[in-house]
């Protein structure tokens, strides 16, 4: 159906009898094929395993732009990737009106500058890599919905632009940087300047929403503390009642201490389940960049940080380096990147370790072996240690979710034909926390039509 759709547009715009409108198609694409190198049969490195595949990175698109004249213009642009079996889906539709020589307004679906090559991500052929640096591009934030004001000019010798965006993001999205499968961005709105001078290009951008993502790590991870914090409620209220009933023998009064401890952590639980969601959870992300291009030189570097408050999504940093040397219609370079995250401690240490007092119940001769029936047939002893088992359990899971990646690229762009460019790259990746190692093979045409 949504292939169906896409042709009705396409075809209804050629033939429609529009008055003064001046219409363009342009299109690209790249034809991609990878295979893992040194890897097991279920590794997978960039997306790809130990058998080539050349649909993981493989696109094509069409792009029409319409001049309606008297400074009005619309685009569309639709894209279709391999990874999704080639179902085009719609990318940009907007449109733009241009006051000024210098400032021009646009409405509608259009692109968020997260990155210096946001606009032309999917336009491989302007840039030297098969695809951008994983480790700083490895979100793919999709388009956004809202406006955008464009203003260029020169301040001093540097020639500017200035781009303010506002409106929501709510999309499905595919990254390799965070388990996300839904995510929706309220209220975003950002800044982002980009000059350049001479021979080098400098970019800043700031960026803001309220961030709701849907993930099954994350649920899993939110239940799990609830259920812990329940459980660990029930403890308590059986400790208390046996402390009730023995409240004059020593071990009554222990029981009440371990009440008030299982108590207040179940209760901490229950809170912090609220925390790992993310629910419209307050975010921000913040890039720089700085290039240059100079003869035979090239050099090009992006730094990105980025975070959610409250939440399981780790504080998150990145960078990459390029470093190019341009001979005729060849580029040969080498790219190093690399993508650290924090663990989120304030939420992992939230609820106290209660596997010492977990041990001085076990040691307890006095309590209650009657099997409890909200416990599984446990008694209050065994299900009380077993609650601070997996409570400890769960917070050493979290507090082992650092990410720490290292990639290293070496790549060839050879410029074969006017509109083509033929590459290929040798990627390995190391994740420093877990140890894995591995490489993947790329060979790319990219085009533009």
Known sequence: MKKLSCAIILVSIGLSPLSNAEINFRGFGSIVGGQAINVEPDEMVLGYSDTLNFKQDSLMALQMNADLEEELTATLQIVSRGNSDY????????????????????????????YRYSD???????????????????????????????????????????????????????????????????????????GSWDFLMGRLSYLKAGITLESETIESLAAGYEQLGAGMLGAAQGFGQFAAAA????????????AANYAGVGNTYLATSDKIRALK????????????????????????????????????TAYYLTVGWRVGSTVVYGTYSREEADAPVSIAIAPSDL???????????????DPVTAFGGATLQQMSIALAQQGKG?????????????????????????????KVSYESTEDKVSGFKGGVLRTAVDLVF
């Open 87 to 114: 179902e085009p889906q719609v990318r940009w539709a907007y449109l733009t009106y241009h006051a000024t020589d210098s400032l021009q307004v646009s409405v509608g679906r259009t692109q968020a500058p997260f």
């Open 120 to 194: 032309f991500l999917d336009v491989r052929y302007t840039y030297n890599w098969i695809t951008a640096p994983e480790r700083v591009y490895g979100i793919d934030y999709p388009s956004f919905d809202g406006i955008s004001v464009l203003y260029s000019n020169s301040v001093g010798p540097v020639d500017s632009t200035f781009q303010f965006v506002a409106g929501t993001v709510d999309s499905e999205t595919k990254s390799t940087t965070v388990d996300t499968t839904y995510m929706v961005f309220d209220n975003f709105y950002g800044i982002n300047w980009t």
């Open 247 to 258: 409240s004059t023998l020593p071990v009554g009064q222990r029981a009440a201490s371990y």
């Open 281 to 316: 959870d307050d975010g921000s992300y913040m890039t720089v960049g700085l290039g240059v291009d100079e003869g035979s030189l090239i050099i090009d570097s992006e730094y990105i940080q980025y975070e959610i408050d409250e939440n399981l999504i780790q504080k998150t």
């Open 355 to 369: 596997t010492s007092v977990a041990g001085a119940i076990a040691a307890e001769t006095l309590l209650p072996n």
């Open 394 to 422: 769960l917070s050493d899971t979290l507090i082992s979710r650092n990410r720490d990646f290292v990639n290293l690229q070496l790549g060839v762009r050879w410029d074969f034909h006017p509109s083509a460019a033929f």
